[in-house]
């Protein structure tokens, strides 16, 4: 899979304001937690940010001078290592031993919450084999108010990890590419286990499912988005196959199919879409006016940040930090930033 929180936008939800109210309406209601807003200043205006409940809240009437606008990206991925147990041929992440350093990262992770972005998401290769994995969720959760994610093939979460998990990550991207025997062809793992590991999964935070979607998954679409579902699955992500050394670029009659199939969508699962695959797609974002790096970017498992997990080459992230780094890669793409 994919081991990214690269961009994604939501699909079929025309009106985002009308969505960000109802949900405002649902936690005056159904939550008796205190809330615990984080902030984030922007183009677009004043983002408030609870990452137990999922919930954002854009003040969009007010304008913020842009040297007070929050200096790191909204979202950040952080691929852990590169060692994986799975070979999928869709894979572009390079099969090295690359390693990072825990205190490297948790100090990333630092400089990343003081400098406004919310949320983390961690993967690799398969994060789950990061030495201590556990351990860097429960610091992100309690050292930093960022969000934590981490995108899995799943196979690899045991109960105790599960038991150090939870309560110290907000949300698991599962991959989940066809069902069955095309599942089984590409990952050459058991989907039976697969399902299984799902209930593991869903006791431990919220989840989504990831689908790589190419010329044999996307006649699958329906009998994922079920199965998903039937687990407790709160959003299926689609990913558009890239080009590796193995395997091809998704073609234009996948992508026509797959845009028959978004259409054509009942169900319950939010569905989101890579933001790189995006256009054509009914999808909302709010937060246009913060694109870029402040939106979002990538450090690979060499110590390298970069626009997204598909770049090939970045900055290599030094002694300075990563906003010294992300200032660097920023004027390497002429960003402007203030
Ligand atoms: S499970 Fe492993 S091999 Fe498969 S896509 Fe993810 S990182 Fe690559």
């Not at 922007?42 to 304008?63: K, M, Q, Y």
């Not at 991959?175 to 590409?186: H, L």
Request: with cysteine; net charge negative; proline share 4%.
């Amino acid at each position: 899979m994919t081991h990214t929180e690269k961009g994604t936008q939501t699909v079929g939800s025309p009106d985002a304001r009308g969505g960000t109210a109802a949900a405002l309406t649902r936690a005056r209601t159904d939550s008796p937690r205190p809330r615990e807003w984080k902030t984030r200043f922007g183009p677009s205006g004043i983002h408030l940010f609870d990452r137990t409940a999922g919930l954002n809240v854009l003040l969009d009437e007010v304008t913020v001078e842009s040297t007070r606008w929050s200096r790191a990206p909204r979202q950040v991925s952080v691929a852990l290592t590169n060692r994986c147990d799975l070979a999928c041929a869709h894979c572009y992440a390079p099969k090295s031993r690359d390693t990072l350093h825990f205190d490297t990262v948790t100090g990333w992770l630092n400089e990343f919450d003081t400098n406004g972005t919310l949320g983390v998401g961690f993967g690799g290769g398969e994060p789950t084999l990061y030495p201590r994995f556990t351990e860097l969720c429960q610091h992100a959760a309690c050292e930093t108010r960022l969000s934590v994610s981490f995108t899995t093939h799943g196979h690899g979460i045991d109960r105790k990890m599960a038991d150090g998990l939870r309560g110290s990550v907000h949300f698991i991207r599962v991959s989940m590419d066809g069902v069955k025997d095309t599942y089984e062809s590409i990952r050459r793992r058991s989907f039976a286990i697969l399902v299984e590991q799902l209930k593991v999964i869903q006791g431990i935070s919220q989840f989504g499912v990831n689908v790589v979607v190419n010329k044999r998954t996307v006649g699958e679409l329906d009998e994922v988005a079920e199965v998903a579902a039937d687990s407790g699955a709160a959003e299926l992500l689609l990913l558009p196959q890239e080009q590796t050394h193995r395997v091809s670029a998704v073609g234009a009659a996948t992508m026509r199919e797959l845009q028959r199939w978004v259409d054509g969508y009942d169900g319950s699962l939010k569905l989101c879409i890579n933001e790189a695959h995006a256009a054509g797609f009914p999808t909302c974002d709010p937060l246009v006016a913060e694109h870029g790096l402040r939106a979002y970017a990538h450090i690979d498992a060499t110590g390298t940040i970069k626009p997204t997990s598909y770049h090939a080459t970045g900055v290599a992230v030094g002694e300075g930090g990563v906003l010294e780094a992300l200032e660097l890669l920023a004027r390497d793409m002429r960003e402007d930033r203030p």
